[in-house]
């Protein structure tokens, strides 16, 4: 694959070059326009729904920059999810649908609504994400520590919410897919069919072990994350190094990504 | 190189075989590079890289068993 007269070298060149735009605008968006839609949002989100006032994380700016910017940054080939974003999305969203001018939505306007819709939208946001209502309440029900404003009376509201979401990006999807009302995919994440069959007592021995591996492997990731951020605090502080360096990482990610799939011989369709 | 959750389908794939070493270096690429992105100025989410490595770690082991145990 790799000496067939250059045509890898022009993809990549092409690819490699396609990322790097697709980050220059992304990161353009997030330094110039809405800063505070930086990172995936669960923390600001988490913040908010704890009684953290954090004004930059909710205004228009930052829902725009952070629709636009996350799709830019999936192009871009950075190591980042969609998901996370969406929860932000979704809280964006909650936090301003009490201000629709309109007569009826004035009780809403206080603190403590305010909050409950943060939570609806934000477990919205998880619900479509992954398809899973039930999850979606659970995450905003994890994430707001529940003894600061929960009530019992949210967490069916918070659930309507999910599943409402779930209904209404099945139906969308379906649409796209060209065949409406048929209620069978009801998310933007799908791992298709899997088959079940019999696990013996031995599995729950491995999955202790792949616990203990995933969760030394986290750890070391909250560690140097926490070990780099302080790091980009101190050197990166001008807005044309952030640029550079976005534009680094995505130049990095998409050659490895490249280049090792090239290098790789064997190729499986998908299903 | 595919998108995401292509990523994970592919990955539950009963037809793959003898690929371990590629998972296992697969993995070790996206794990790197999740640690060194995160951060940067970008929306950025932390959940579907976080599954992929799960799922590409589970991969492995259950190569691995397969090594160990080929029944």
């Known amino acids: 694959m790799l000496d067939d007269g250059g045509s890898v070298w022009h993809a990549y060149y092409f690819w490699a070059g396609f990322s790097v735009i697709c980050a220059f605008f992304g990161v353009m968006l997030t ?10 949002g669960v923390p600001e989100v988490m913040g908010l729904l704890n009684g953290v006032r954090y ?39 909650g936090a301003m649908s009490p201000y629709i001018p ?27 994400a992954f398809g899973a209502p039930i999850g979606g309440a659970l995450f905003s029900y994890e994430i707001s ?12 509201r918070v659930f309507f919410t999910s599943a409402m ?8 999807s379906e649409l796209h897919q060209g065949i409406p009302l048929t209620l069978n995919s009801a998310a933007v994440l799908k791992f298709g069919e899997i088959s079940y069959f019999d696990t013996p007592m031995f599995d729950a021995v491995i999955a202790i072990g792949m616990g203990i591996i995933c969760g030394v492997l986290g750890a070391f990731f909250i560690y140097m994350y926490a070990a780099l951020g302080a790091i980009r605090k101190k050197k990166i502080d001008t807005p044309f190094k952030k640029i550079a360096e976005v534009i680094f990482f995505s130049f ?9 799939s090239a290098a790789c011989p064997i190729c499986y369709p998908i299903n | 190189m595919n998108s995401e959750g292509a990523v994970i389908r592919a990955l539950m794939n009963d037809k793959i075989e003898d690929t371990l070493l590629n998972v296992l270096q697969f993995t070790a690429v996206w794990y790197v590079l999740f640690i060194t992105t995160q951060g940067v100025t970008v929306p950025a989410g932390l959940f ?6 799960g799922s590409g770690l589970g991969f492995c082991i259950h190569g691995v068993m397969g090594i160990i145990n080929p029944n």
Not at chain 1, 145 to 155: A, E, I
Not at chain 1, 165 to 172: A, E, N, R
């Open chain 2, 48 to 53: 579907l890289p976080g599954m992929i490595i």
């Open chain 1, 55 to 93: 004004p930059k994380a909710l205004d228009v700016a930052t829902l725009f920059v952070k629709i636009i910017g996350v799709e830019l940054a999936v192009l871009s080939n950075l190591a980042v999810g969609k998901e996370g974003p969406l929860v932000h999305i979704g809280a964006i969203i």
């Open chain 1, 102 to 128: 309109m007569d009826c939505f004035s009780p809403f306007r206080n603190d403590s609504d305010k909050r409950t819709f943060i939570a609806a939208g934000c477990s919205a946001g998880i619900s479509a």
């Open chain 1, 145 to 156: 520590k529940p003894n600061t404003f929960w009530s019992f009376s949210m967490l069916w």
């Open chain 1, 165 to 172: 979401s779930t209904l209404t990006l099945g139906l969308l």
């Open chain 1, 252 to 260: 990095i990610s998409t050659s490895l990504f490249y280049w090792l």
């Open chain 1, 31 to 40: 330094v110039y326009v809405g800063p505070g839609a930086m990172g995936s």
